[in-house]
């Protein structure tokens, strides 16, 4: 007698409910804490910040346009890089290895000038060289050396460079400095029916669990970041915008920040344990 072992498939094999959770890898972390911490200290600027893998390891890149000075940012994301290239020896050093901390093999920090504000600079510029130098500098050679140690604020315009009184003597760069004109700052105006946050409103400063946009100014608010959430509204602000400057200047705003930071420690520690 002949049996039948067959089986159907949808008896051996059972759906899951448990989800994979997708895992960063670590240099999208390292990447990732270097978005936070920029933004965090240079608010008013723009970074793109990118992660790489490939064959020889990994690397960070970090680019913005004027804002801060590349060496500004560098004394930030510098202990990012876990080491450095001996060319004396022809090898990759472990230099900075910093224990629970993400990092990258290479970390690229490059700041961009806006080619208007580039053109405003070299044409309204006259420049000659002092007769009794003994080397010609390239017009756009000393405007990068003036550059290097120069930063600007948001919304600077209308860029010149001058004379720098202060200098007689020294590098070449030093006897000239960059002026600009700032946007005047303005009372906000809320758009006409738009929703303004009152004391009634339920707010409280949180960290993004994903990324949006200020409903005040428009900025991109990136996963991590601190915002200022209002739960009557479901909507969320920059730490820049006028909403936010108004609710932590308020006495009570203290306590919420305190509860705020508290709940995302926990979130963390929670995400970290897999609790």
Known sequence: MQRNYSIKLSQTIKPSNTTMKKQLSRVAQCAQAIRVELKTKFPDITFRITSKNYSGGDSVDVEWTLGATTKEVAAITNKYQYGSFNGMIDMYELTNRIEGLPQTKHLFCHRLIDEEARQQMLTNWSYQEPEKWNRHHEKS???????????????AHNFRIVDNPNVSCGLIEDFYKIEFDVPAKSSFTPAPGSQIPTADHKQKVIKAIFNSKCAETGVRIMKEEEMLYNYDLKKCYSMTSETTCKFTQEPD???????????????????TNNI
């Open 141 to 155: 050679e000393v405007l990068y050396r003036i550059l290097v140690n120069q930063s600007f604020p948001k919304g």
């Open 253 to 271: 705003a203290a306590l919420g920040m305190i509860e705020a930071q508290e709940e995302a420690y926990f979130d963390t520690f929670c995400q």
